[in-house]
């Protein structure tokens, strides 16, 4: 195992190529329903949406879990093992981990970064940097391939802290979520721990102003899918003609957003060799936003193999943080 150098950037894994861009377009949008991979939300304008949305009144998750991360940092290390390393899926902007490090009031031998947008990796480096770390490794990779790369890289006597913040897990499905949580439990061994973001269920008004905010950013957020497939592959989607719908889907326990025609139309993708007709009021689903229950949450990760399950919640907000412990 090599030892990392300070700043350094891992190699770049296999990037999703334009075959790869339009091969995903081609097959989620001749689904029933019509459906586009919420994944590819994240190029740099994308990433640059969800930056503002997190500091939308109405979108509290990052303002919760930053609070709960500030308040509460010292005892969910305290259980792991010294020295820790900290290994973050998804890291955005690097915010919220410099939150937890700032209030940690430590310092840990080793911070890896990972997320599939060069764009938020750039962000986070630029903001940890700042606080001198000693050592700081970023992968652009998938959650399973940069899990596998940081754990790699662990120092052998160090102790591995995941986080998995912002709920990013209720952006897959159940059984998805279910598969990543016990991928990350297997990667991991005694002493480690997982802590994880999650949003919880709250009434359907919070939840409806939040993912259709009356300042429409997260309408850009979903309409930009839309401009890169038209810049990437040849679309011809009219922006104009797409409005968006967000619905609570109860039983599911999951926010859906959608994009709805406004009237008939075509629109043809070249790289993807595809027309796809529109009736006026036909969608095109992009993205679920799952909520959970805390004890849901618990539920989940011991079935994923987890030990143990502390948790740390915010009861305006609705936001859970929870530790899974490895023992
Ligand atoms: C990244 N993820 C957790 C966000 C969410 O809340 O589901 C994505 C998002 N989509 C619209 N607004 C925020």
Redesign the pocket.
Known sequence: MSKPDTHRRAPASPQPSEAGFAADICEYLQRTPRQLP?KY?YDELGSAI?EA?CRLPW?R?TRAESALLARHARQILAPLPRPVTIAELGCGSGEKLAILLGAAGERFPLIQLIDISPAALDMAQYRLRALGLPSLLSHRATYEEGLDRAIRQRPGKASVLVLFL???I??FDPPVARGLLARIRGVLREGDALLLGS?LVKPERDLLL??DDPLQV?AA??LNLLRRINDELGGTFDLGRFAHRAVWNAAERR?E?HRVSRGRQTVRIAAANLDVAFEPDDSIWT?S?HKYEPSQVLDEGLAAGFSRGEQWIDADARFALTRFSVS
Do not use: L, P, Q
Request: glycine letters at 10%.
């Open positions: 919420s939300f969800f949305i979108y998750i912002g709920s990013n209720g952006n949003d939040a993912y997260t957020f979903n926010v957003m993205e936003s």
